[in-house]
Structure formats: structure tokens, C-alpha cells
């Protein structure tokens, strides 16, 4: 299962259920965004041609991180841009969440190991509003 969160018009976050299944190529982000979410299936025996990246200054100015739950299960509760709650919903094992604009909290519910990725570098405390 797929679900984006949705606030009015503004989209507050993608979650990917542990039991996704999609197509050969899924992304699930508008191209323009700073972080790029995919599904990807491939069938034994293919081969990606080997490449590199080539150096493309991009100028990030929201970070949008993306969590991979291991274990446990996480309350995730979801803002607004104004900081007004919308929604709270769980994650399990297996369920990946982009969190792309507004704000969020978590409350672990069961003993959670997950994985983040985020744009960098880490700017401390310029990089956050505890609200």
C-alpha cells in the first residue's frame, strides 16, 4: 500500500507499507523535489549498466527525511505548515516514511529501530523549530 498525507494541497509526507507492491520503476516524488523516493523491482539476471554521478550543484532548502522501520511500531503525528495537527497514523516493520513538508512528532509505541536519511550537511540548531 501507498498512502500519501495530504493537507489541503500541500503534501505532508509519503508512506511506502511494508507490503508494497508496485511496477518495475515507481517514483513516488514530484521530480522537483531535493529528495527523490523510489520502488524499485527487478528481475534476477538484470543488469544495470554501471555509472557514476556527475557534480550538479543543487540548492536544498527544505530538508525532507526519509525513515526505514527495522522493528517496532511508531506513532508518527503530522503538522501543517501553520504547525496545527493534522493526523497521526503508525508505522511497523518494513514501512518506509518521507516526511516532506510540515512538521512531525513521534511516540514510540513498541522499542523502534529505523533507519533515517536526510539531506546534509547537518546544520544544528539553525536547522529545526522545537514547537
Do not use: W
Request: charged share 25%; hydrophobic share 40%.
Amino acid at each position: 500500500m501507498f498512502e500519501q498525507i495530504i493537507d489541503k494541497d500541500t503534501l505532508l509526507a509519503i508512506i511506502i507499507r511494508a507490503d508494497y507492491q508496485g511496477g518495475k520503476v515507481e517514483f513516488f516524488t514530484p521530480y522537483d523535489f531535493s529528495q527523490q523516493l523510489a520502488y524499485m523491482k527487478r528481475p534476477s539476471g538484470e543488469v544495470i549498466p554501471r555509472h557514476v554521478h556527475n557534480i550538479v550543484e543543487r540548492k536544498v532548502q527544505y530538508t525532507q527525511e526519509v525513515l526505514l522501520i527495522r522493528r517496532g511500531v511508531l506513532r508518527v503525528d503530522f503538522y501543517n505548515d501553520a504547525r496545527v495537527f493534522f493526523r497521526s497514523c503508525e508505522l511497523v516493520a518494513g514501512d518506509v516514511l518521507m516526511l516532506c513538508s510540515g512538521g512531525h512528532g513521534f511516540e514510540v509505541i513498541e522499542e523502534v529501530e529505523m533507519i533515517e536519511i536526510k539531506q546534509g550537511p547537518y546544520c544544528g540548531d539553525a536547522d529545526k523549530v522545537r514547537f
